[in-house]
């Protein structure tokens, strides 16, 4: 039985590193996410001895215009299924990776539920039912609020609950001309599950993925 007691972990992708990946895209006719999807993928197959691999993200559920004045948080989750050919090189598992997260975004506004209730896995209290990682993409500046000389910002708290066995979120930071300007990543766990240390050198491995795919995408 799950507790939801978490831990976090954080480390900076440094502007050079993100510049880099989202060339890779670019070349690949991919988006930035395709390519830390793919590498998460990549990073967990490899840890897991698995070729199959879900991994849950969060996307935006305002498609329709007549929502643009409704208050309230419109959000969906995707399932992002995977086989991960251990044979294939980065550039063959990209183009694979992008055209399940196109197929998934063309049916983003099917409910979570919907799905659930229509594959019926087997439940658990200890597990998620469809996916046990969690990637979100944080690529929105933070909103500022004015009122007259009254200025509202927001401020992020970190509470370590975590609903799932790991969550990496990845917030983009972009210069003043637009380009890249590196990324903050947290690594966020369930404590039932793992060690700190287990996840440092988790996250360092991912990072040590990302700086081979930029070197060598083959």
């Known amino acids: ?45 490899r840890l897991t001895g698995s070729a199959d691999i879900t991994i849950g993200t969060p996307v935006a559920g305002r498609g329709e215009r007549e929502l643009d004045d409704l208050i309230g948080m419109f959000v969906n989750t995707l399932v992002l ?21 196109l197929a998934a975004y063309a049916h983003a506004d099917v409910p979570f539920e919907q799905l659930v209730d229509a594959l019926d896995p087997p439940r658990a209290t200890g597990r998620h039912p469809l996916f046990q990682v969690m990637l979100t993409l944080q690529n929105h500046e933070q909103p500022r609020l004015e009122l007259g000389d009254l200025s509202v910002e927001a401020l992020d708290t970190v509470i370590d609950v975590e ?22 990543a947290q690594f966020s766990y369930a404590a039932d599950l793992f060690d700190h240390d287990t996840v440092v050198a988790l996250a360092d491995r991912f990072l040590a993925v990302l700086d081979t795919i930029v070197s060598d995408a083959a």
């Not at 395709?34 to 998460?40: D, F, I």
């Not at 086989?83 to 997260?101: C, H, I, N």
């Not at 609903?163 to 903050?184: C, M, Q, W, Y």
């Open 163 to 184: 609903k799932f066995d790991l969550s990496v979120t990845l917030a983009e930071r972009t210069a003043g001309n637009g380009e890249p300007d590196g990324i903050h």
């Open 81 to 101: 299924r995977t086989q991960v050919d251990g044979g294939a090189s980065f550039a063959q598992l990209l183009a694979q990776v992008r055209d399940t997260d």
């Open 1 to 45: 039985a799950a507790s939801f007691r978490g831990g976090h972990h954080d480390v900076e992708i440094s502007p050079e590193l993100h510049r880099a990946l989202t060339q890779l895209g670019r070349e690949h006719g991919a988006s930035f996410f395709m390519v830390a999807h793919s590498a998460l993928a990549l990073l967990l197959s």
